[in-house]
């Protein structure tokens, strides 16, 4: 059997590596090495995919939430609203901007924000709403854009983990996750869906004013050569990363199913132990499996990550600890008992090795062990 890892990004590479090696090295050659055609390229044909008018490329996925935030023009004292369970970067570029990061409890079936939570969390000094699509699939945005509309906030999407899932509106209408709202966020780290060689994100809108602003705002603030309208930040995706790209969004459906494909498996293996809660599938959304994450129900989850791990099963516990409770980011506005459900997926949730090239044989070994753990 192959090793198995978390993320197994040798063995995809293998699949394309003549077409990457020679986009690379064209690269390399052409010394367009940043703003090159490569990034105006890609740009172009993730607007396609999404279906969106503008796609900002931009250095990562936390730099993409900070800009939007930026180019939204959000004030320190501003209200954000997020959720406690969550990757930091979606609450701490909220707090590097001097705005007030408001956490909210998530729902226990979908791990996303819990959008009765979050309307009990309005305030008038509240300015923007940012969901984010948790694990792959994309929160209850219908609700949270009817609020968002009766409150007059801004909602940016934390599409970091969901990038190709699709939402079904109730009247039909189909969207792709962060073009929903006024603005998305994407990273291109090298274990999300669609992943770089280095670090890469992006920014999406339908807005053309807003648009324009972000286009400023990556780039020093910089309207005209040397005139600086605003304060902006360096937040570039290089063009060697631009080629990768365009040639995995190429494949980004493909690999998006065979993580689906994976996720089936798990589910068939776990359908008959009670122990073992898997992933819940909204009506509403697809989901991409960022993470295959089960919710343990009676068991030593601890236990039964150090028995896999060491049977060399690199699983992993996304997110051991709510926001509420990092050290950075403690608030005495924030007590234990606030957010139960997350506070509870803390010390339940555990994922499992998700990536495009799982086979049979690793599958099987992965689910044998964790039942004989359970079984045992
Ligand atoms: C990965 C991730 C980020 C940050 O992306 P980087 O490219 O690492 O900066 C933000 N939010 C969520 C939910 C993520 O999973």
């Known amino acids: 059997m192959r090793k198995i890892q978390m993320v197994d990004l040798a063995s995809q590479y293998q699949k394309i590596k003549t077409e990457i090696d020679e986009a690379v090295l064209n690269v390399v050659s052409s010394t367009a090495y940043i703003n090159g055609p490569e990034v105006q390229a890609f740009a172009t044909e993730l607007q396609d995919y999404l279906n ?24 320190p004292g501003d209200e954000v609203i997020t959720t406690t369970f969550t990757f930091i970067a979606t609450a701490e570029v909220i707090a590097l901007l001097g705005l007030t990061p408001v956490l909210v409890d998530v729902l226990p079936d979908t791990m996303n924000i819990d959008p009765n939570k979050l309307k009990a969390a309005i305030t008038p000094k509240t300015k923007a709403i940012v969901p984010v699509h948790l694990f792959g699939q994309c929160a209850d945005m219908e609700e949270i854009l009817k609020i968002a509309e009766e409150h007059k906030l801004y909602v940016i999407e934390d599409t970091c983990q969901a990038l190709g899932a699709e939402y079904k509106f109730s009247d039909g209408t ?17 274990s999300k869906n669609l992943g770089c060689y280095g670090d890469g994100g992006a920014i999406f809108t339908n807005d053309d004013e807003l648009a324009a602003r972000l286009k400023v705002v990556v780039n020093h603030g910089m309207t005209v ?55 819940y599938i909204s009506p509403n959304s697809t989901h ?4 295959y994450t089960l919710i343990t129900k009676d068991i030593d989850r ?50 499992l090795p998700m990536h495009t090239e799982l086979d049979d044989e690793q599958i099987e070994f992965i689910t044998n062990s964790v039942l004989e753990f359970i079984e045992k």
């Open 52 to 75: 969106v008018k503008h796609v900002i490329p931009c250095a990562n996925g936390t730099d993409a939430l900070q800009v939007a935030m930026m180019a939204l023009e959000l004030k």
């Open 174 to 190: 189909v969207k792709k996750a962060g073009t929903m709202g006024n603005a998305g966020a994407v990273s291109f780290f090298p």
């Open 225 to 279: 050569r040397y005139i600086h309208d605003y304060v902006g930040v360096n937040s570039r995706l290089d063009s060697i990363q631009a080629a990768i790209l365009r040639i995995k969004l190429r494949r980004l459906d493909e690999y998006n199913k065979a993580r689906k494909i994976a996720a089936e498996k798990y589910n068939k293996a776990f359908a008959k132990c009670d122990k073992l809660v898997t992933p």
């Open 288 to 291: 991409i499996f960022h993470q």
């Open 302 to 351: 601890d236990a039964l990550l150090k028995y896999i791990n060491e049977k060399g099963i690199p699983a992993a516990i996304y997110y051991p600890i709510p926001l509420h409770h990092q050290k950075a980011y403690l608030d005495e506005r924030y007590k234990t008992g606030m957010f139960p459900v997350s506070e509870e997926l803390c010390k339940t949730v555990i994922s």
